[in-house]
């Protein structure tokens, strides 16, 4: 779970994770001014701290960076702000064994997913990112904006997989993920999930208007190009 300022968010997301399924609740504080840390781990979280913001994507590859060091079977990345219902790992993880996959992507767009508080702004770019996703890189994603997954930790082991390139300090590193977990030819799938957004966020979210929509947007453009690798 990266966060950055999520005090009152964190707290109830990290006792919402199921511990029958997950052995460590690993939040990475990335440069929070409030009470973030301290409600993670009273809430029974690993806490990471970096002494300042590197990025969502600097504060995601800590996270998973922590997780392949120390062999974890599988890897999943959940909204630091209690944006998630981490209950939906257990649809994941049931479908990943089952099926014998290496990557879950969660979707808000399948049968059974769910959207609340969705802006409709929000609602009319994911859908388009996701088009553009299916069309450039021919992976059947209905979502590939939502950060909720679950995955192998064999797929951080792929040499074509480099998370620790500097133009991933943004927003740029999960759409990254994704599209190089699917050119690799893992087995990818998406099981539905809960997207909750919360009244006292801003049009939904921290991101800066159009500054982080091309930060999301460009991996798609440069990786499909072969301008970055």
């Keep these: ?82 944006q998630d219902d981490p209950n939906d790992l257990y649809r994941a993880v049931d479908k990943l064994i089952d099926d014998d996959l290496d990557y879950i992507q969660g979707s808000r767009w399948l049968k059974e997913g769910k959207r609340e508080n969705m802006t409709l702004s929000r609602t009319i770019l994911t859908w388009l990112y996701s088009l553009f996703f299916r069309i450039l890189f021919r992976a059947k994603i209905t979502d590939a904006t939502n950060g909720f997954r679950v995955f192998r930790r064999e797929v951080l082991e792929n040499p074509k997989l480099n998370l620790w390139q500097d133009w991933l300090l943004q927003y740029e590193l999960e759409p990254y993920l994704l599209i190089q977990t699917c050119r690799a030819g893992y087995r990818v799938s998406e099981v539905p999930v809960t997207k909750r957004y919360h009244n006292d966020m801003k049009d939904n979210t921290k991101m800066v208007p159009f500054k982080s929509w091309w930060s999301i947007l460009r991996p798609l453009f440069l990786i499909s190009l072969k301008i970055r690798k």
Excluded: F
């Excluded at 409030?34 to 300042?52: F, K, M, Q, R, Y």
């Design 1 to 82: 779970m990266p966060c950055w300022n999520e005090e009152r968010k964190v707290g109830p997301g990290v006792n919402a994770v199921p511990k029958t399924l997950v052995d460590t609740v690993c939040v990475v504080d990335n440069g929070s001014i409030d009470n973030t840390a301290n409600e993670a781990n009273e809430a029974g979280a690993l806490v990471i701290s970096h002494p300042i913001n590197l990025g969502a994507g600097g504060g995601i590859r800590t996270g998973l960076a922590y997780g392949k060091l120390n062999q974890y079977d599988l890897l999943a990345v959940l909204a630091g702000d209690n």
